[in-house]
Nanobody, 127 residues
Framework: QVKLAESGGGLVQAGDSLRLSCSAS????????MGWFRQAPGKEREFVAS????????YYVDSVKGRFTTYRDNAKNTVYLQMNSLKPQDTAVYYC????????????????????WGQGTQVTVSS
């Protein structure tokens, strides 16, 4: 069973950048496709980005395309979400998630596809 821990959140101004990290332990990290989700107050948790076991396949929600980039370092058991040009509407708790899969180049974007979740990290963007 893999355990996930997010870090890197904080309070920033609109236009700033943040890099979130998600460290995995207790499993074979390279066996998991990874995803990022976020949940704003009063809203459902929504998909943000995903990356395949081998980081050649990524997928983003339209609202973050061109601003966010996800990548992974399997040697460090860590996946990252680089967030640039942040907007107030990006304010949310950000979660990473892991899905065990045999496919190297497939990424997943449905919440119910993921097996494990981190506790989340708060990102607040002020205008």
């Amino acid at each position: 069973q893999v355990k996930l821990a997010e870090s890197g959140g904080g309070l920033v101004q609109a236009g700033d950048s943040l890099r979130l990290s998600c460290s995995a332990s207790g499993g074979t990290f390279s066996s998991y496709a990874m995803g990022w989700f976020r949940q704003a107050p009063g809203k459902e948790r929504e998909f943000v980005a995903s990356i395949s076991r081998r980081d050649s396949s990524t997928y983003y929600v339209d609202s973050v395309k061109g601003r966010f980039t996800t990548y992974r370092d399997n040697a460090k058991n860590t996946v990252y979400l680089q967030m640039n040009s942040l907007k107030p509407q990006d304010t949310a708790v950000y979660y990473c998630a892991a899905k065990a899969t045999i496919y190297y180049y497939m990424s997943f974007h449905r919440r119910d596809e993921y097996d494990y979740w981190g506790q989340g990290t708060q990102v607040t963007v002020s205008s």
